[in-house]
């Protein structure tokens, strides 16, 4: 597998994101994969709040504005808060004050549909048939340290592998496998983005071994095969312990 950053000017809000990716991406081969940062998605849409005075307070207000459901802030040492947005676990729902300027960046308001309008506009534009698109958050893993790389849309592959009913080296038989290609892919990207003034929001991963390109977007069905409910979590007994407050606003 080939990952390769590409570095880009500074965005700013409503600039034009398919625009960049044109003048940014110089030629892509088939059966490539497009992971382009959720930032710049939300730049170029307008998904941002201006920052008034920079207080926690203001930030706090704010994520539980945009969060479907959340921790108080007490539960959190470090003025941060847990939060359920687009059905994944997300410190501080994704809002987020970083290479943003002025501003305050919230996550895309639909990924699935701008990684849909990302992958039709680069499949014209560089005539490739068989080409995937992934648009990506950071996230951090219970008990360990570090950010990492998740998907919060895709387009134009499988964002599963199902080795359920196939056999390991020893020939038992795998139950429940299921290879999170998307997310791996997810993970592949950010760490060559980098997280501070690297300037490279979108990559290029070829050469990948085992996936599945598709022709059409995924759709609803697909796409909520992906949620898994908290009743049905292996760490829904954790989750369900905890008082989330849900946001009046959330469908959910």
Known sequence: MQVHAIKTPRVKPNYDLLAL???SIRDLEEKSVVVVTSKIVSLCEGSVIPIKDGTVEEKQALV????????????????LILAIKHNAIAIDAGVDASNTGKYYALLPKDPYKSAKEIWQFLRKE???????VIITDSRSVPLRWGRIGTNIGHCGFNALNDKVGTKDLFGRELKSTQVGVAEGLAVAGVVEMGEADEARPIVIITEVTDITFNS????????????????????G??????????????KK
């Open 216 to 235: 059409k977007p995924p759709t609803k069905k697909e796409i909520d095969f992906l949620k898994i409910s908290i009743k049905d979590d292996v760490y």
């Open 21 to 23: 990716l044109r003048d």
């Open 237 to 250: 007994s954790m989750l369900s312990a905890v008082p989330w407050i849900k946001n009046k606003k959330s």
């Open 126 to 132: 560089f005539k490739v048939k068989e080409l995937g």
């Open 64 to 79: 539980k504005k945009e969060a479907d459901a959340y921790l108080d802030e007490s539960f959190s040492k470090w003025n």
